[in-house]
Structures are given as C-alpha cells and as structure tokens.
C-alpha cells in the first residue's frame, strides 16, 4: 500500500475524494442532516473497506483526489451546507483515516467553522490508530465558540485483515494512549466495532471494554456488510449481542435507504 497520489500534493492542500450532504447514518447522531468530507488516505487495509478509492493504488489510480487548498475546500463545503441560522448542520470528516492530516485539520477547521456559522458540530469518523482527538493552538475565547466535537472511533479487529496491526495489545495501546482523558473516557467518544466473525469479535470486545473499562454507553455494534440486504441479514444477531450488554447497536441507515451508493 502506497496510497498513490495522495500524500505528494502541496503543503497547503488536503487530499479531497468527495463532499457532499446527506444525514449521519451511523453512531450517535445518526439520522441528523450531515455535510461529509471525505479525505484520501489510509494507515490500513480492511479487506471489507466500502471505500477503497480513498487508498487502494488500483482505485487511485482511476480516481485520484484533488489537492485542495482550505479556502477551496471551505468553498465545496459552504455550497453543502443550508443556510438556517440554526447551527443544525453536522460536520463529518471522513476518510480513509482523516486523522492522519490532523496538524492540517487543526490549522482549517477555526477557519472553516467561522466562516459557515450553521455548522452545529463536528464529528470524526476514524479507525482510531491514528492519534487522538485533535488540539487547538486558540484563545479560551475562541475554544468556547467552537462547536463539539464528536468522534466515531472504529477499531478495527483481526477479522477486518489487518491481523498484525490490530492485535488486542495494539488496540489496548491505541486506547488508552489516544482515547482516554485521564481515567475516563469523554461522553463525545463513541467505540464502534464492525461485526463479522461473531463469536470471535464479541469476545475480543468484552475483553477491551473490561481490561480498559469502558463504559458500556460507549460501545457499537455494527453488522459488516456494503449493501442493504447484508445489513438486514445480520442486525437482528449483532442486536441480540449488544442489547444484554448494554452495548449500543448501529446500523448503516444510509445502506438502508439509499442502499450502496457514493455519495449518501
């Protein structure tokens, strides 16, 4: 994996695959009105991954991002974004793994979220391997005007590929290096597990949240699969795995009603 095109643009650029709005189909605020940036770029390689034109050098190839500046990128997302005077719209960055151009994203988001005051939140879908949440060189002042920030971290567990990568040592690392505040974990931080070998993965999760001690609050299930059918045929035996738990479970929505397509 090279991830072709996309880490060779210039210093100022982000590596774009595609914006465009729908709603947040998965975790915490699923269903609220969501502009997505999608980045290219990735640390892993999950054999299942819906989005393999963000890194795989076959897909780049045919589709390689633009390196866009922040004030060309800021553009594309004012154009998604509806001008209500709410502060209702979400935010999401998205990848690939966004969080490996976080030095860039920090020095952008202040300039985007004071230039499109509608955007109510921001939301981080990362496989969590890449740093923690991003930090802000602002004034208190301006820290407090920012909206919240919210995190979807989904570790990704043997079974997704990436063996050697996501061992349950190296998730634990990742965890409580990047992930915990002290000896908690913040209530915008949600843990989602994508499940594909059951009985194995759910094994593997009860042991993190135990030995990490992760509130149940803060975990999701999800059922591996790309198209409509494949969510309908799993979610009812990754519920009955969540719910004793006190897990949360969390279904592709967008799957479900547009089914699988770019772009929603």
Same mark, same amino acid.
């Given at each position: ?8 643009? %210039? ?8 914006? &465009?709005?729908?709603? +947040?189909? =998965?975790?915490?605020? @699923? ?5 997505f940036v999608r980045l290219s770029g990735c640390n892993l390689q999950c054999s299942?991954? #819906?989005?393999?034109?963000?890194? $795989? ?8 991002? +633009? ?19 709410? $502060? ?5 960055? @998205? ?10 994203? =920090?020095?952008?988001?202040? !300039?985007?979220?004071?230039?499109? %005051? ?16 991003? @930090? ?7 820290? &407090?005007?920012? *909206? *919240? &920030? &919210? !995190? ?24 409580? @290096? ?7 974990f913040s209530e915008n931080v949600l843990f989602k597990f994508v499940v594909t ?17 992760? %509130? ?6 999800? *059922? +591996?699969?790309?198209?409509? =059918? #494949? +969510?309908?045929?799993?979610? =009812? ?7 004793? $738990? ?15 397509? $770019?772009?929603?």
């Open positions: 994996m090279t991830n072709l095109n996309v880490f060779n643009g %210039p210093e100022d650029t982000l590596p774009l695959a595609e914006v &465009f709005s729908t709603i +947040q189909g =998965e975790g915490r605020l @699923t269903g609220r009105p969501s502009t299942w991954c #819906d989005t393999p034109y963000t890194w $795989r050098d076959d897909e780049l190839a045919k589709s390689p991002p +633009q390196h866009v500046t922040k004030e060309r990128l800021t553009s594309l997302v004012a154009r998604n974004v509806p001008a209500s005077g709410h $502060r209702t719209q979400n935010l999401v960055l @998205t990848g690939g793994e966004p969080l490996l151009h976080r030095k860039k994203l =920090e020095t952008w988001l202040p !300039y985007l979220l004071e230039a499109i %005051p509608d955007i109510g939140s921001v939301e981080f879908e990362t496989n969590g391997t890449a740093g923690g949440p991003l @930090t802000f060189d602002l004034s208190v002042e301006q820290l &407090f005007n920012l *909206p *919240p &920030f &919210f !995190y979807n971290v989904s570790l990704k567990l043997p079974s997704s590929g990436n063996d050697k990568l996501v061992s349950k040592s190296a998730l634990l690392k990742h965890i409580d @290096t990047s992930w915990r505040s002290g000896d908690k070998n059951a009985a194995e993965d759910i094994e593997l999760i009860d042991g993190l949240v135990d030995a990490c001690k992760i %509130p149940p609050s803060a975990i999701a299930l999800m *059922p +591996q699969g790309k198209t409509r =059918e #494949d +969510q309908l045929a799993a979610l =009812e035996h990754v519920a009955s795995l969540a719910i004793p $738990r006190g897990y949360l479970v969390s279904a592709r929505v967008h799957t479900l009603i547009w089914g699988d397509k $770019r772009g929603v």
